[in-house]
């Protein structure tokens, strides 16, 4: 089977946010890129995730192809396979529609960045696509623009994006974006809240590319 293992963690990634309740029902999509043979694996349309097997899983080319599978795809393969041409750095992305981020869709001006781990995450507010048809050409071009060199952006009215290096990273920052939604709403409902300033949000997600994790022995 063509890039099975690479199937089989789109499968293993699809659980792990089932699990995490940053989607309901099959909503969603999930993606990976190969980076020997620059195909992209991704979720089928409308299938349980907890059904599926490494064969239901698509792959296509950069221009949406299907190359191997028999289902059909994920109807958000435009939005993906827009992304990966724009951005030869991503190599994996995570479609929620998990509750608080969805909430934040659904009002003007995107996120404000109140919490470091959002800082760290986009360097300010996360920004929000406006809204255009599921599925549609028009809302893949504007999602892909929208994020531009981000790693996290919402869709207008629908939900949200990450896109990282790795379908494993892409998980994380979904995580830590939801996380962050949650915060933000509860602050707004408490009264006052510190947004962070733009230049700091900025420099903290520079220093986090520098300085965090474990450094690799060459």
């Known amino acids: 089977m063509l890039l099975e293992q690479e199937r089989k963690k789109i499968i293993e990634v ?9 989607i309901p029902l099959t909503f969603g999509n ?17 299938m349980p995730y907890e059904t599926l097997h490494p064969s239901d899983i698509v792959v296509v080319d950069v ?8 289902r059909k795809p994920s109807v958000e393969v435009p939005m993906h396979t827009a992304i990966y ?7 994996g992305i995570i479609h929620t529609h998990s509750t608080y981020c969805t909430a934040w869709a659904c009002r003007d001006g995107g996120m404000p960045c109140i919490t470091s781990e959002v800082a760290d995450l986009v360097g300010g ?6 809204f255009c048809l599921p599925g549609s050409q028009e809302l893949a071009d504007v999602t ?12 207008g009215n629908h939900g949200a994006i990450c896109a990282d ?16 939604a949650k915060v933000a709403f509860i602050a707004f409902q408490m009264g006052n809240v510190n947004i962070l300033d733009d230049q700091i949000a900025k420099f903290m ?5 520098q300085n965090y994790g474990q450094v690799e022995n060459k």
Not at 173 to 178: H, K, T, V
């Open 63 to 70: 221009n949406g192809n299907i190359i191997d599978g028999e």
């Open 14 to 22: 699809a659980l792990t946010i089932q699990k995490e309740k940053l």
């Open 85 to 91: 041409r724009k951005r030869k750095d991503v190599n």
């Open 144 to 155: 892909a623009e929208t994020l531009g060199d981000d790693k996290a952006v919402l869709m």
């Open 125 to 130: 507010k996360v920004k929000c696509a406006k």
């Open 30 to 46: 999930f993606s990976l890129r190969d980076t020997s043979t620059g195909y992209i694996c991704i979720t089928p349309s409308g």
């Open 205 to 209: 997600l520079e220093d986090t590319k």
């Open 165 to 180: 290096v790795d379908i494993d990273t892409a998980l994380k920052d979904a995580i830590i974006l939801e996380a962050g």
